[in-house]
């Protein structure tokens, strides 16, 4: 390596090291270059054994799940898991793991602290596997909580244990062994002895990786995406407010202009009446009194009648318990179906579609809080509406899909335009309808635009939704890399991101918008917003869709941020942040550019492996605040659903 070279290289070493420090301030995040300079290059590790550095020291500092071998215990094998269960009694094992999970999601989702809920469950038991894991959990900070494997613990709990007068309550230790057992073989690497590797075994994988090219070790890694999709699809639980708000603003709202909507009503909620014979406000109330019982009282078991004198309508109760549950004997034959589909480590939607099982007629056991009010009051809500209407008729159904996708864009349109009113840093919003009449050349021919673009500051985001979700194999861990690359390449890299590049060209050739000049020094931001089932943020998912973006953009550089997929769930934290930098007291050094938020975001994609903006905040010690929207919108209607 020649000197100059050298020199770069410790300059670019020494601005990541200051990059990776608390920042001071509020958002004073500044891309290399100075604050508003030319985007930084896309950074990318020289070598494989770079790369290979780079991946494991980020999943190093990320909590570790704990495994058998951690604490020194032995794997129990799903036969000898099956016959500690068959003596079990099945409700109050199934009780046991529905509270330990609802009130992990609840901690997950609020300011309380799941590690706590974890330690005190553990300081319950007396056994070794108890005391082992809370000393990982209190002194280590590891996990023993993953959804996965506590939904892989109910279902074989529902599989294996007893009905019998004469079944025992399970053993806490032994309940804590077989999870730690069933996490241990959810995480195992083919080619391992055992669930920790040695050093001989991490060091053989390093020999057998590609060391050729970066391109080359890409395609090793993509193997493991489709695991990866389905984990993170299966561990993220939403916080309730955001559920509540989120269902009032896309159900009760009128439809779109555009759509069209005959049959469904003035409403998505009257098109749900329409389909079900149920009003959504009764069900929704139904779900809140669930919600709220769980929440404070760890409640998992209910019953017509306190649900009844609680205000929730006979109707919406039949409706759960003819839709939203099944008995035991139906769960076990939904179950042996999905053993039959295939792997069952991530096949959960057995359980989102039925998160009840019926004792009998007047009696509900819920599996997991998130759910529960996931399928009673937020986004499955869509399948229930949609699979009664194409019953109807499917032209019925069709129209309701298509004017759900419309209403989904609508939605992600307030959100923006409410981040623009309020967030420093940008300018100007504009939308689709006005883009593409300020530059229609041709009556004929229509241009190609995204649904939005944000400007200010020299930056141009240009942004686009898709109400697309991952396809149902894939979300299981049932698909290909293939099939689900297949899918990325139509929707996003031959769709989506045609359609924003087609976006910065006019907005180049048209010199800007409305005195927001853009010219060869502006830096670009190319994003695609997408539902919370949508593709997740992965490290080496967010890592192949970079890599395909940067062939549609890389002509831009080195004016273009990584171009990438966004959560309206992340959408909606850059609305609260927005609010969170108003709440502050303004003093010096005390930063509140919304676009250097967002563009220090996109530059740490690449350059620190920050994925989403949730994990950008949370390592620089931010909060995760709820907008002022959120908040007075779920305040609104708990208010109306805790009436009668």
Same mark, same amino acid.
């Given at each position: 390596m020649g000197k100059g070279a050298r020199i770069r290289r410790e300059r670019a070493e020494k601005r990541e090291q200051e990059a990776a420090r608390p920042m001071r301030g509020l958002f004073g995040l500044e891309p290399q270059g100075g604050p508003f300079g030319a985007a930084p290059r896309w950074k990318q590790p020289s070598t494989p054994d770079e790369a290979f550095q780079q991946m494991a020291q980020f999943m190093q500092s990320m909590p570790q799940l704990i495994v058998c071998g951690r604490l020194g215990l032995k794997p129990l094998s799903e036969m000898q898991r099956r016959e500690l269960l068959s003596g079990a009694d099945l409700f109050d094992a199934l009780e046991t793991v529905a509270r330990l999970q609802?009130?992990?999601?609840?901690?997950?989702?609020?300011?309380?602290?799941?590690?706590?809920?974890?330690?005190?469950?553990l300081g319950a038991g007396s056994g070794e596997a108890c005391r082992r894991a809370r000393k990982r959990v209190t002194?280590?900070?590891?996990?023993?909580?993953?959804?996965?494997a506590t939904a892989q613990l109910q279902r074989e709990i529902i599989e294996s244990a007893s009905v019998q007068e004469s079944a025992e309550p399970i053993d806490r230790n032994t309940l804590v062994h077989i999870l730690l057992s069933i996490t241990s073989e959810q995480n195992s690497v083919p080619g391992f002895a055992g669930d920790v590797p040695t050093p001989v075994e991490i060091a053989k994988i390093k020999r057998e990786m590609p060391r050729n090219s970066l391109e080359e070790l890409l395609e090793y890694a993509r193997k493991f995406? /489709?695991?990866?999709?389905?984990?993170?699809?299966?561990?993220m639980p939403a916080k309730y407010e955001m559920v509540l708000s989120n269902t009032y603003d896309l159900w009760f709202a009128p439809w779109a202009e555009k759509s069209k909507t005959t049959g469904l009503g003035a409403t998505p909620a009257e098109a749900f009446k329409t389909g079900t014979g149920v009003e959504l406000l009764d069900l929704l109330r139904l779900g809140h009194r669930i919600v709220k019982r769980s929440s404070a009282d760890q409640q998992v078991r209910f019953t017509r009648d306190e649900l009844v004198a609680d205000g929730v309508t006979d109707a919406a109760i039949d409706y759960l318990i003819g839709h939203m549950a099944l008995t035991l004997d139906e769960y076990r034959k939904a179950l042996a179906a999905d053993r039959e589909a295939g792997d069952?480590?991530?096949?959960?939607?057995?359980?989102?579609?039925?998160?009840?099982?019926a004792v009998d007629d007047s009696t509900i056991v819920m599996i997991r809080h998130q759910w529960a009010m996931e399928r009673l009051c937020g986004a499955t809500l869509y399948h229930e509406a949609w699979y009664s209407l194409s019953a109807q008729s499917r032209g019925l159904g069709d129209r309701f899909k298509n004017a759900m996708n419309e209403a989904f864009e609508v939605f992600v349109g307030g959100v923006l335009h409410r981040i623009a009113s309020k967030g420093k840093g940008m300018q100007k919003i504009v939308d689709e309808a006005e883009m593409q009449a300020a530059w229609t050349e041709k009556k004929d021919k229509t241009p190609s635009v995204c649904d939005w673009m944000l400007l200010g500051e020299g930056h141009c985001v240009v942004i686009d939704a898709t109400n697309h979700a991952v396809k149902a194999d894939a979300a299981q861990g049932l698909a290909t890399f293939e099939e689900f690359a297949a899918d990325i390449d139509k929707i996003y890299v031959e769709g989506k991101f045609k359609q924003l590049l087609s976006t910065i060209d006019l907005v180049k050739k048209h010199g800007g918008w409305d005195g927001e000049v853009v010219n060869e020094d502006?830096?670009?931001?190319?994003?695609?917003?997408?539902p919370d089932t949508g593709v997740p943020t992965g490290i080496i998912t967010n890592f192949d869709i970079t890599e395909r973006g940067r062939k549609v953009f890389q002509h831009l550089q080195p004016h273009v941020y990584p171009a990438g997929l966004i959560t309206v769930s992340d959408v909606q934290l850059l609305e609260g942040m927005a609010d969170f930098a108003l709440s502050m007291p303004q003093g010096p050094g005390t930063d509140r550019n919304m676009m250097k938020l967002l563009a220090g975001w996109r530059h740490a994609v690449v350059s620190q492996g920050?994925?989403?903006?949730?994990?950008?905040?949370?390592?620089?010690?931010? /909060?995760?605040?709820?907008?002022?929207?959120?908040?007075?919108?779920?305040?609104?209607?708990?208010?109306?659903?805790?009436?009668s």
């Open positions: 609802g009130r992990w999601d609840i901690a997950f989702t609020t300011t309380q602290r799941p590690d706590l809920v974890e330690a005190e469950f002194e280590h900070h590891d996990l023993l909580i993953s959804p996965r995406i /489709p695991d990866e999709v389905a984990s993170n699809l299966y561990n069952i480590a991530h096949q959960r939607f057995t359980f989102t579609q039925y998160p009840f099982i502006t830096n670009f931001v190319p994003l695609v917003v997408i920050d994925s989403s903006l949730q994990v950008f905040l949370h390592r620089r010690g931010f /909060p995760l605040p709820l907008s002022r929207h959120i908040l007075d919108i779920s305040r609104k209607i708990m208010k109306l659903l805790d009436g």
